[in-house]
């Protein structure tokens, strides 16, 4: 093996050890995949009601994440578009209030505790560090009344039980494999998108539907730009889904490997790689 250059193929914890390897070159690259808190917000279940959402988002020290669990190789999210995507992203305003999230949680449920469940993904546990992210944010929920049962699954029940709606917080990341962010919000916002109804979101908001539909068929980049902005937003505002940060990928080479560089969407220019 000559490289090592998907996202999440080398752990920030693992990246010392590359760097210590004279026989290795390792490099980093801001790509536009960001890891989310996906939640059920379906009538009847606890994420329902915006406010819970809201101290759901409150209750997660982004900051800490990048530099605790990722030591470094990550963003701290701003939006649900990765700054990777420089053209279409805005600052949002996503923060860390403890105290905010505790009130707004009491003022949605009361101050007794409920419960809710973080559903991970098995097969995700070895990319990225969603267990101990888990962790940190099951003992801030703990403070402020929720308490949450982490719950860890094969791939296919995974998939199943969001299928099924059987969950309320589902971590995952999404890339924006094409050039805009549509491709984003067409599938996980948009009340008829693919992964909103099979992953059972349930988001529907008809504000959000008619922009998507409206920034899909914009010419103008300038009025495109303005159409993402209100989506961004709109999608803060109401915590339909929450960013935790923006994917900073580790990768490796032999030392005989020249100008492998990934873009974006992590792919490389083959064309331009040299064998020494």
């Keep these: 093996m000559d490289v090592i250059s998907d996202v999440g193929g ?5 990246a010392e050890t590359v760097l210590a390897d ?26 329902s009601d915006v406010d819970v959402r809201k101290a759901l988002s409150l209750c997660i020290d982004r900051d800490t994440i990048v530099e605790n669990l990722l030591l470094g190789y ?3 999210a701003k939006s649900v578009i990765s700054s990777a995507n420089a053209d279409w992203v805005n600052d949002c305003g996503y923060s860390f209030d403890p105290a905010e999230a505790k009130a707004l ?3 949605a449920v009361g101050t007794d505790e409920v419960s809710c469940v973080i559903l991970l993904n098995s097969s995700l546990l070895g990319r990225w560090p969603y267990q101990d992210t888990a962790a940190m944010i099951q003992a801030q929920l703990k403070e402020i009344g929720i308490n949450a049962q ?27 494999c094409a050039g805009e962010p549509n491709y984003f919000f067409t599938r996980n916002v948009e009340s ?46 109401n915590e ?23 873009d974006v969407t992590f792919c490389p220019n083959l064309y331009e790689v040299n064998v020494a």
């Design 192 to 237: 008829n998108g693919s992964n909103n109804i099979s992953r059972c979101y349930g988001i529907k908001d008809t504000a959000l539907d008619e922009l998507i539909a409206k920034v899909a068929v914009e010419p103008n980049k300038t009025e495109r730009q303005k159409y993402y902005s209100q989506i961004q937003k709109l999608v803060k505002e």
């Design 105 to 107: 949680k009491e003022k």
């Design 150 to 176: 982490i719950e860890t699954v094969d791939s296919a029940t995974w998939s199943e039980r969001l299928k099924n709606g059987d969950y309320d917080i589902a971590p995952q990341p999404f890339t924006v």
């Design 22 to 47: 004279d026989s290795l070159t390792m490099k980093q690259r801001l790509v536009s995949t960001v890891h989310y808190y996906f939640m059920n917000t379906n009538e009847g279940k606890l994420f």
């Design 74 to 76: 990550g963003e701290t």
């Design 240 to 262: 339909y889904i929450i960013p935790l940060w923006y994917d900073v990928t580790i990768y490796a080479m032999n030392s005989r490997i020249r100008n492998f560089d990934l």
């Design 10 to 14: 080398i752990l920030p914890q693992q």
